[in-house]
């Protein structure tokens, strides 16, 4: 008889790594211990891997030769999964601990840590913060497991309605699929939104410091993954973040769950309505100001992160303006480019139009100069086509006119000298906070732009979901060292965020993101970004207002042809 061609399967398993290694462990081991071999070989922790083509938590069993990629604490989706571990870390010593408390996360903070409070008691003092951080290190130093498994949500609800937390039973409600996983912790249980490290020994590196009536729970960065950063002060984001919780509470929209709720109960078009009250209202705020120095403010200088909507706020900003008798006059930064050749390189030695060092400083100021003292200025016309300025509008900016400059370095000091800065009214426009999932589970406000601009980039650059977030961790290294070390120079912060946009992206990004192929980079986040929308009702489109910051974005704005009188 010929030989069978069937055979007993080896008791070993092969992963293959992106660099041509191999190695070799049990068959249904974790990845965890077939990795282990590489803990000293790379510079970050481990803390996931990508096994063909999907996201894994460690603690997967491997059963099959597999393609795997390792993830660290150095890489987006790595620190994302360290701080979400920490923050579960957090939630079960404040339960141990703090028991008749609430713990919520409310925000990010621009130097690394997460700015929670806990509910139901008074703050907590310096005392109590240090016991709160012993007790996480206890349980870090004890290398506890999170458990993981898979329930029914109809008993994740009971669950959490036993422990009160109405905000986890409204969203659970909602959800579609027929299990959730959670997750336990000696005890301590819940479902973060995303996948955790094996066990608490992965979580060294934190802090726990007081801030305001809160305090902070500071954590790396990701490219130092494995050192705090030292804290920096910001009372205006703070202040913006405090404003955008008030505007929730009159909402009556505490998380998504709550969105959900209304819009099942056909309130949706009063959440839209009164959303964009509140933003019109703060950009009347902000227009007065500038109208009470005016001056003192002749120069209204805008910054804020791609995606932030600093055009539609510019716009309407300039409509306020002109409603209070002030003319403003638009500037463009981007026609003071230095010649191409004389344009900076990056570290991989592509032109880097987005550094300061890329504009003709000097010239800007001369021409700043001039239109404030209301002389007749010529302005350059930038060519991209040739890469060098040509002539531009000969300009006379009339008595009472002010000028609006818009651009990514506008809170930079080393943008306009400080004889025209002491004539400057300084604004930063940005998504600052958005709604979150629950009290412990946070939406990222940078999740919030990039599904603006996936959504834009699609309907006016003809980039499909690939291209944008191929070229997302560029436009946020640009972020972090041109526009957020800047912010707090700002006299006032815009937050761009509405309550209910995720709800209106959401039909119009998930098509998009559906169409990432898998096993590409861009599929790991697209499938992420996919598992945030799933959480929020969609919402008409029709709804949003015209001039609205989400126009901008969706299309349809009323002030997409806006043209500022003398600009």
């Known amino acids: 008889m010929p030989d ?37 070989l790379v510079p970050a922790p481990l803390v996931a891997a990508v096994v063909n083509g999907e996201l894994s938590e460690l603690t997967r069993p491997i059963n099959i030769e597999s393609q795997v990629r390792p993830v660290s604490m150095a890489e987006a989706d790595g620190a994302r999964i360290y701080r979400r571990s920490l923050i579960f870390l957090l939630q079960a010593a404040v339960a141990r601990l703090f028991p008749a408390g609430a713990l919520f996360v409310d925000h990010a903070m621009t130097s690394g840590g997460y700015f929670c409070h806990v509910r139901d008691l008074p703050p907590l003092n310096t005392a109590d913060l240090a016991a709160l951080e012993a007790e996480m290190r206890r349980l870090v130093a004890k290398n506890a497991p999170f458990v993981r498994r898979d329930i029914p949500v109809s008993e994740a609800i009971d669950y959490f309605t036993k422990r009160g937390q109405q905000d986890k039973v409204r969203l659970l409600r909602h959800r579609i699929r027929p299990l959730i996983t959670l997750y336990d912790l000696e005890g301590y249980g819940d479902f973060p939104h995303g996948y955790l490290v094996p066990a608490t020994g992965y979580l060294k590196w934190f802090e726990l410091a007081p801030m305001d009536s809160g305090f902070v729970l500071r954590y790396p960065r990701q490219h130092t993954p494995t050192i705090i950063p030292p804290p920096v002060e910001s009372p205006k984001l703070l202040s913006s973040f405090r404003l955008y919780g008030d505007w929730l509470e009159r909402l009556g929209i505490g998380a998504a769950g709550a969105l959900a709720d209304a819009i099942v109960e056909r309130r949706g078009r009063e959440i839209v309505l009164v959303s964009e009250a509140l933003h019109e209202h703060h950009v009347s705020a902000i227009a007065r100001q500038i109208a009470d120095r005016r001056d003192g403010a002749r120069l209204v200088l805008i910054s804020g992160p791609s995606s932030s909507g600093k055009t539609t706020f510019s716009r309407r900003l300039a409509v306020q303006l002109l409603a209070l008798g002030i003319t403003p006059f638009a500037l463009e930064l981007d026609h003071y480019f230095v010649e191409r050749e004389n344009t900076p390189r990056d570290a991989d030695g592509k032109l880097d139009y987005e550094t300061i060092d890329a504009l003709r400083l000097d010239q800007l100021a001369s021409n700043l100069a001039g239109l404030l003292a209301g002389d007749e200025v010529q302005l350059p016309r930038y060519s991209f086509q040739l890469g060098r300025q040509e002539p531009g509008a000969i300009v006379r900016l009339r008595p009472g006119q002010i000028i609006l400059l818009e651009g990514i370095h506008g809170l930079n000091p080393r943008l306009v000298p400080p004889a025209l800065s002491g004539q400057s009214f300084k604004v930063y426009a940005s998504a600052l906070t958005q709604l979150n999932l629950d009290r412990h589970n946070r939406v990222s406000t940078t999740d919030t732009r990039l599904i603006r601009r996936i959504v834009r980039d699609a309907r006016d650059r003809g980039y499909n979901a690939v291209d944008t977030l191929g070229r997302w961790e560029s436009v946020r290294r640009g972020e972090k060292l041109h526009i957020f070390p800047h912010q707090e120079n700002a006299d006032v912060m815009f937050n761009s965020a509405l309550v209910y946009e995720l709800s209106a992206l959401r039909p119009l990004a998930e098509p998009l993101l559906r169409q990432v192929p898998h096993g590409t980079p861009e599929h790991v986040e697209a499938m992420r970004l996919l598992s945030l929308l799933q959480w929020f009702a969609p919402v008409d489109r029709e709804w949003i207002p015209d001039n609205s910051i989400l126009r901008e974005f969706v299309g349809g704005s009323s002030l997409k042809d806006f043209k500022l009188w003398g600009g």
């Open 4 to 40: 069978s061609p069937f055979v007993t399967p080896s008791e070993h398993i092969e992963i293959h790594l992106p660099d041509s290694r191999t190695l070799r462990g049990p068959r249904g081991a974790s990845l965890e211990s077939i990795l282990a071999p590489l803990a000293a």
